[in-house]
């Protein structure tokens, strides 16, 4: 291929390196210069035009493209027309990508001017997703690099290929333990359903029983009687040896275990099996959550009928640290003094009381004291330091019914757009040498300080305990301790939202402590609940 500078009456047939912009002439680059483009760059004053044109025995680069990307697809994939030397392939059905990267990486060493690049591998993907592209570097290059390039190609074909789901009865079996909310087993079926729904897949039956090897293995068989195409196990209790209940209640029904562990992390604990020609998976406990882990890596190949061996799984290693584990120690974390955890108070009071009418909830009395005093009392007199109180609609008012107390005010003046801006408020006021904050509502007023404490006690970063909440016979309350890693998620809630979502994408890391009463549930949002807190408060 030539390539250089000539002048204009010179580059009819080759194509414009550069894009020219003057006065009126746009001239993009890889443009083919007809005697159109001539006439424009001479009117223009263009006198030196940088171009490429093609010699003998030379492809284009959309011919070159369009050539190699049709030699690396394989069934599942779609081809689409080239342009400006680019390729790209589409998926053209669900299903889980399969790359052949000793291939590709031979194919990339053939010439310079050829690239192929792809999604990771093993990647889940959906109809018309975009997977790989080939691009041809220069506007065209010699017809023997596009033929080493497609020889490589055809000689490992297919390099990419989408294998589409077929796996669409589950099995899935949970088994319990005191102390395991059936909540926490309706939220691992809610998000499996949501992990398999990409693949047509769906839970055809479901057990829930002791964590006991024999009850597990008469549930796997039950499940395995009904059709299930694959089949996962929810302990109560993680894997932590391949006797433990889950292998053991595995091998019980006739089973094998083909491989325990996996160097991803979160997933670890994970163990593949097989019964009955069936495959088996005992999860860890992160796939309780909807974040990405090593489960999801195995789950969606196994329902596109790929074989997860012991080999694919040490395979993993490289790529396997997903994300920061929650309940891992920080070095700051891990400094925390055994009998100081330095937890400040944010008392929320912001709010405009809409569905209390004309009254101010936060300024109602009861016994005397407006609410947002007693709330605020209540927190001095914990170990929370220090009280940090966030003020809104009619600020000077509940600062007046805070007078003389040790607080410190910080003021929201987005209070309108909701209770999301007054969490990112009195987040932000924290004092940088806390290591968490319970986050209080200024309208619950039989919150006291023992139950402010109990749940600082139990806030404990080395043991995983990284967000603290309240729960009444499973009702989860407030208020919540939370750790400063979370901070700027809390600070990124916008609007009329609380934190409650945030709760439950980090489950690994919520400690739940269970109280008595009803005060973690009881706020005070109508003229009826003001009256009924009264009541209660003034009789006791």
């Known amino acids: 291929m030539k390539f250089g500078a000539v002048r204009p009456d010179d580059a009819l047939g080759a194509t414009a390196v550069h894009s020219i912009r003057k006065d009126k002439l746009v001239l993009k680059k890889g443009t083919l210069l007809g005697p159109g483009e001539i006439a424009a760059l001479k009117a223009a004053g263009i006198d030196e035009i ?24 394989g069934p599942g994939v779609r081809v689409d027309r080239a342009f400006t030397g680019r390729c790209n392939l589409f998926a053209d059905v669900a299903g889980v990508l399969v790359v052949d990267k000793n291939a590709i990486d031979a194919l990339n060493r053939v010439d310079e001017a050829v690239t192929l690049a792809t999604l990771p591998a093993f990647k889940p993907v959906v109809e018309g997703e975009m997977i790989a592209t080939v691009k041809i570097i220069p506007f065209g290059l010699p017809a023997a690099g596009r033929d080493g390039a497609v020889a490589h190609a055809t000689k490992a074909r297919p390099v990419i290929r989408v294998a589409p789901y077929k796996v669409r009865k589950l099995g899935v079996v949970s088994t319990l333990l005191p102390g395991l909310a059936p909540k926490v087993i309706d939220k691992t079926i809610r998000v499996m359903n949501e992990r398999i729904a990409p693949a047509d897949a769906k839970i055809i039956a479901e057990r829930r029983v002791p964590h006991d090897e024999e009850a597990l293995a008469k549930a796997i068989d039950e499940v395995l009687r009904e059709g299930a195409e694959l089949v996962v196990v929810f302990g109560a209790s993680a ?45 860890p406990g992160c796939a309780r959550s909807p974040k990405e882990n090593g489960f999801d890596w195995v789950l969606m190949r196994l329902l596109a009928g790929l ?85 809104g609609h009619q600020r000077e008012k509940v600062e007046a019914a805070l007078k003389d107390l040790d607080v410190r005010f910080v003021h929201n003046p987005d209070y309108a757009e909701g209770l999301g801006t007054s969490l990112r408020t009195g987040i932000a006021a924290v004092p940088s040498e806390a290591d968490g904050a319970i986050v209080c509502l200024g309208d619950m007023p039989q919150v006291d300080a023992s139950l402010i404490d109990k749940l600082v006690d139990a806030f404990d970063p080395e043991r995983g305990a990284l967000v603290v909440v309240p729960t009444i016979e499973g009702r989860r309350g407030n208020p919540v301790v939370w750790a400063r890693r979370f901070f700027p998620d809390l600070m990124a809630i916008g609007g009329d939202v609380g934190a409650r979502h945030l709760i439950g994408n980090v489950a690994e890391a919520v400690a739940e402590v269970p109280v008595e009463g009803g005060a973690a549930l009881t706020d005070v949002d109508t003229p009826d609940a003001l009256s009924q807190v009264k009541a209660t408060l003034e009789a006791s």
């Open 50 to 73: 940088v171009v490429a044109r093609l010699e003998p025995g030379d492809v284009s680069e959309d011919q070159a493209a369009a050539d190699i990307a049709v030699a690396v697809s």
């Open 239 to 283: 894997i932590s040896d391949r006797r433990d209940v889950i292998p053991a209640a595995l091998e019980a029904v006739g089973g094998t275990i083909d491989h325990f562990g996996m160097p991803v992390d979160p997933g670890n604990l994970l163990l593949i099996g097989h019964a009955r020609g069936v495959s088996v998976l005992g999860a």
């Open 307 to 391: 074989p997860v061996g012991r080999e694919d799984v040490t395979g993993m290693g490289v790529g396997g640290l997903l994300m920061e584990i929650v309940t891992r120690p920080q070095p700051r974390e891990a400094a925390v003094p055994e009998h100081g955890k330095r937890i400040a108070a944010v008392v929320l009071a912001a709010g405009r009381s809409t569905r209390m009418g004309a009254m101010n909830k936060l300024i109602a009395e009861i016994g005397g004291r407006p609410l947002v005093r007693i709330a605020a009392e209540q927190a001095l007199a914990s170990r929370a330091k220090p009280v940090i109180v966030v003020t």
